[in-house]
């Protein structure tokens, strides 16, 4: 059993930054590839961020230069630094990730985090 918490979120002024934190825990045997997603009201929900088991990023064009995804592995944990936050940033944002249970290594499962809602505005 695996389970993700998302925390961090909260109201900031536009300009402003915020660090949310997604948390796994369970009987993990590995974590893959951990990423972002936020979903605005009446929008579809948004790929926003990604890293791979191996550092590696990418990040949604809106966002570039703005937020930073990072990861702790001895924590299972990943990370969201958004700086310059701009209204259009607001939405609930949820974390993801790929994961292998102990007692299946050799199969990989999605999973998600609750959200956290992040909300720009002065």
């Known amino acids: 059993q695996v389970l993700l918490v998302a925390s961090g979120g909260g109201l900031v002024q536009p300009g402003g930054f915020l660090i949310l934190s997604c948390a796994a825990s369970?009987?993990?045997?590995?974590?893959?590839?951990m990423a972002w997603y936020r979903q605005a009201p009446v929008k579809q929900r948004e790929w926003v961020a990604a890293?791979?088991?191996?550092?590696?990023?990418n990040y949604v064009d809106s966002v570039k230069g703005r937020f930073t995804i990072s990861r702790d592995n001895a924590k299972n944990t990943a990370y969201l630094q958004m700086n310059s936050l701009k209204p259009e940033d607001t939405a609930v944002y949820y974390c993801?990730?790929?994961?292998?249970?102990?007692?299946?290594?050799?199969?990989?499962?999605?999973?998600w985090g609750q959200g956290t809602q992040v909300t720009v505005s002065s």
């Open positions: 369970g009987s993990i045997f590995s974590i893959g590839a």
């Open positions: 993801h990730a790929r994961v292998s249970e102990k007692a299946t290594r050799n199969t990989v499962g999605d999973y």
């Open positions: 890293i791979t088991s191996g550092g590696s990023t």
